[in-house]
């Protein structure tokens, strides 16, 4: 206990390295060291029924980067890009009434929009799968409605996926916006209503501009594991929803070309790497024009 108390309060440069070496272990074994085989294993060659031959390579890369590829790779960025503009619109809307207008029912409208991390990602796309099903809950709905004559083909479908994408990842959009928008200081939108602008014009020069850091990450971090997804296309998405993701998940697990399967996660783990670096060069100028 002494030892543990001594580390808490020490203010010693030991004493830091100290606390921090678990959390640095935990990164090199787990982060570092499977990106560094990772990169490696993209420099080999493919051998007879899928071994490796530990020869150097660069055609792996060439092959990542052949052109057959670019209709996947444009896929994947639409669908990206869709399901973060989605999630945007709806997520703004929400992390704007959980900071400003929620008031006591704030806890529990943050633990609903938490659900989604609580429950298997396999069991939510399974359930999905039984709603949108020709003989699914929401067929059945339109039906009783009237709002359809016969059961609307709604599974297998972009919309299937870009719906269980955005039911996926819009709590990545709405945590990072709430938390900007709860930094706002209430001073200045007061004031700016004292100084007689409407809620339209306080919302756009002074709302706006000050939440844009939990916009740009809200974003980010909506877009990089949509880019990602391959198991989302996979049950909600037909033939025609072939991503990025999934190309990379046969190269492992069906075609056996794992270093092929490595030079794809590579280019697009230093594409997102790119993304993250200007991001957060933006928002440190960003920091540095607010003083």
Not at 66 to 94: D, E, H, I, Q, W
Not at 221 to 244: K, Q
Request: aromatic share 16%.
């Amino acid at each position: 206990m002494r030892f543990l108390s001594w580390l808490i309060r020490g203010k010693s440069p030991k004493a830091s390295h100290l606390m921090l070496a678990p959390a640095a272990l935990w990164l090199l074994i787990f982060l570092i060291l499977p990106i560094i085989g990772l990169l490696a294993l993209s420099f080999i060659q493919r051998g007879p029924y899928g071994t490796l031959l530990w020869s150097f390579t660069w055609g792996n890369f060439s092959r990542a980067l052949n052109p057959k590829y670019l209709p996947v790779l444009l896929r994947t960025l639409g669908y990206a890009s869709s399901a973060t503009f989605l999630c945007l619109l709806l997520g703004f809307p929400l992390a704007y009434y959980l900071s400003f207008g929620a008031g006591r029912s704030r806890g529990t409208l943050l633990v609903l929009l938490m659900v989604p991390f609580w429950t298997s990602c396999l069991v939510s796309l399974y359930s999905w799968m039984i709603i949108l099903g020709r003989q699914g809950l929401l067929n059945h709905l339109l039906l009783k409605l009237g709002l359809a004559e016969n059961p609307l083909a709604l599974l297998n479908t972009p919309f299937s996926v870009l719906l269980g994408l955005v039911y996926f990842y819009l709590p990545f959009m709405v945590l990072p916006l709430f938390g900007s928008l709860e930094k706002i200081p209430r001073s200045y939108i007061e004031a700016s209503y004292d100084l007689g602008a409407g809620t339209w014009a306080t919302f756009r020069k002074v709302t706006w501009p000050l939440c844009l850091p939990g916009v740009f990450a809200g974003c980010l971090l909506t877009f990089v594991p949509c880019l990602g997804d391959f198991l989302t296309a996979d049950f909600l998405g037909g033939s025609g929803t072939y991503l990025l993701g999934n190309l990379i998940q046969n190269q492992f697990l069906m075609a056996q070309d794992w270093p092929f399967g490595a030079a794809l996660t590579t280019v697009l783990t230093f594409c997102l790497t790119w993304a993250i670096f200007l991001h957060q060069r933006f928002e440190g100028r960003e920091l540095e024009m607010r003083g």
